[in-house]
């Protein structure tokens, strides 16, 4: 089989030309980053993940369709667990969260961080030992933080005065004393999307260090005795490659720490550096593996704090895109394909910004495959768009796809673990896929396919 043969596993406009044109061995090396463990193309280019082919989980479950290689997912949680062995891994849930998806956390002894109600009720429906989650949202009501308190929830991360009060007297009521870190704006320009960047100071998250509300919080709560104060919690922002900005700000935040230990004469137990490590979605994404961020991680702590003279707090992480973006992707079916003159051919899915609203917000580049068959036709730059009524509803801006690509082809789209589904809506009234575990051969539904019957239900007439 020549590498053409199999079609492309992994393309990308710019930067290094049509990938199905290069040897097999390059095609299986570039999967790698880009796509889940398990995934391969056989020798008729039809897509493989987890033991079953694309062509029969479409017939199966029909397209659109995510497709979450539960392997995949399985090893990067232990690839966390065991890179921040000595800290504690909270998943995510916001990247994505179901009960299943909450299940498999339980059996790999993973912690959850959750940031409303409907994702504590998931997570407590399927079991999660509510000491293992965090509680997080800028404005999370009476009604979620009540539900947390008599939970149990191991650790909420207050954002505000006003929450303060709130926990304060939910607790009082109840005799209870919560867990409580303070979620700390550290002032870094983290080198991401602009509207995924959360510690620049002009934002609504987290109490400001710079402005001194950071300590003020600290002085609050630690005067109420029906709260306990863990520690400190930054989150710079997501689909971060670089380090440089954890350093700065775990640099800030232990200065913080220092301060509450000398002037308010707390010893706080506990650091959270967030997540937002980046994944790749085109080749030009380098992502560290887990464990060598850790490592950084871990020495970044240990000078700051040996600087400072302060015991090192224990360590937390949250990441969610990391782990559940690359064990994911969307599969669609291609209903018409227009070429422009000199301008470049749309290939349309029968899916779109309703089921990936990233492109179209955050301006995210994707790539994409021929998923059902295998090509010998020349390269040609295509647009992959969705079926919505918006100029603006593409999948993937650029990508080089075969020129006999046709209506009825699979093309596959990778790195879609992470708030795609969690984003979806049905705009156009086009129901949200389905989300298809594979492992071993086997394929199960874990979140089901929305139905016009579902739209209509929740519409009353
Ligand atoms: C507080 C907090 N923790 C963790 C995350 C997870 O980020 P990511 O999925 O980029 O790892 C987010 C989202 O950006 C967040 O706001
Ligand atoms: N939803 C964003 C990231 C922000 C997530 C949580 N603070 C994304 O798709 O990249």
């Not at 298809?436 to 199960?444: H, I, L, N, P, T």
């Amino acid at each position: 089989m020549r590498a053409h043969e199999a079609g492309a596993l992994h393309g990308d406009f710019g930067h290094q030309g049509p990938s199905w044109l290069r040897t097999p061995a390059d095609v299986n090396e570039l999967m790698a980053p880009l796509w889940p463990r398990t995934a391969r193309k056989d020798d008729d280019g039809v897509l493989q993940v987890g033991g079953r082919d694309v062509a029969s989980l479409a017939q199966e479950f029909g397209t659109p369709a995510y497709l979450l290689d539960e392997e995949d997912f399985r090893a990067r949680c232990r690839d966390f667990k065991q890179g921040f062995a000595g800290a504690d891994v909270y998943y995510a849930g916001k990247a994505f969260l179901c009960r299943a998806i909450v299940r498999i956390l339980v059996e790999e002894e993973m912690n959850l961080d959750v940031c409303s109600g409907g994702e504590l009720a998931t997570a407590l429906a399927a079991g999660m030992d509510p000491a293992r989650l965090a509680l997080h949202g800028n404005n999370k009501s009476v009604r979620e933080l009540t539900r947390a308190v008599e939970a149990g929830v191991g650790r909420i991360v207050v954002d505000s005065f006003d929450e303060i009060e709130r926990l304060a007297a939910i607790a009082r009521e109840r005799g209870v004393r919560p867990r409580v870190m303070i979620r700390v704006t550290v002032g870094v320009e983290a080198h991401t999307h602009e509207f995924i960047a959360t510690a620049h100071e002009d934002q609504k998250f987290g109490f400001s260090l710079a402005g001194g509300k950071a300590f003020e919080a600290a002085r609050v709560i630690l005067e109420q005795d029906t709260l306990e104060l863990r520690g400190l919690h930054s989150h710079i922002g997501s689909q971060i490659f670089d380090t440089s900005g954890f350093e700065v700000s775990a640099r800030r935040v232990l200065t913080l720490q220092e301060r509450i230990r000398t002037e308010l004469g707390a010893e706080l137990p506990e650091l959270d550096l967030g997540g937002g490590f980046g994944i790749a979605y085109t080749s030009q994404d380098t992502p560290s593996p887990a464990g060598d961020l850790a490592e950084r991680m871990f020495k970044i702590v240990a000078d700051e704090c040996r600087g400072l003279g302060i015991a090192q707090p224990h360590l937390s992480v949250e990441p969610g895109r990391a782990i559940v973006g690359p064990s994911t992707f969307t599969l669609y079916e291609v209903g018409t394909v227009k070429p422009l003159d000199g301008l470049r051919t749309y290939v349309s899915v029968d899916g779109g910004m309703s089921d990936n609203i990233r492109t179209a917000l955050y301006d995210a580049s994707y790539s994409a495959t021929l998923a059902s068959r295998a090509s010998q036709a020349e390269p040609i730059l295509a647009r992959v768009v969705g079926k919505h009524c918006e100029a603006g509803d593409v999948v993937v801006k650029d990508e080089f796809l075969p020129a006999d690509v046709r209506p009825g082809d699979l093309i596959a789209v990778p790195g879609t673990g992470a708030y795609c589904r969690s984003m979806a809506s049905n705009y156009n009234h086009v129901p949200r896929p389905p989300v298809v575990a594979v492992r071993d051969g086997q394929a199960r539904v874990i979140v089901r396919r929305e139905t016009e019957d579902d739209l209509l239900a929740l519409d009353v007439g």
